[in-house]
């Protein structure tokens, strides 16, 4: 995975945060989406871009497609973290102004509004 999502997930409109239980979809199913159904590459290109077979890409992406599914039809929030994937660089969000920073160092502070609160979203290989 080159970079991680911009966003860190959806939320249904009309109902509060606080009433939402969510679903996870893991930084590996999101990237599937993204190479299949957003670069429109077949099952077999996208396995190669993930480095895995092309059974375990079909595994990754339908687990994906089915959380999706299960967030938009019983109105839960789809949060976007976690899992299995490898990237060179550091990648944080800062909780002060939202934004991604990507690095190849490790941050102390955000580049765009230069608070402290970063989160960590990864452990670089």
């Not at 060179?88 to 102390?108: F, P």
């Amino acid at each position: 995975m080159a970079n991680p999502p911009v966003m860190e997930g959806f939320k249904p409109f009309g109902i509060p945060m606080t009433d939402l239980d969510p679903v996870i979809l893991l930084f590996e199913e999101y990237e599937s989406i993204r190479l299949s159904d957003y670069e429109g590459l077949t099952q077999e290109q996208s396995a190669e871009r993930m480095n895995v077979s092309r059974p375990t890409f079909t595994r990754i992406y339908e687990k994906a497609r089915r959380t999706i599914a299960r967030g938009f039809i019983e109105g839960k929030a789809i949060f976007i973290e976690g899992g299995d994937y490898h990237t060179e660089d550091s990648w944080y969000r800062c909780d002060s102004c939202m934004e991604l920073n990507i690095s190849k160092n490790e941050l102390s502070n955000c580049n765009y509004c230069n608070s402290k609160s970063l989160r960590r979203l990864n452990i670089p290989i």
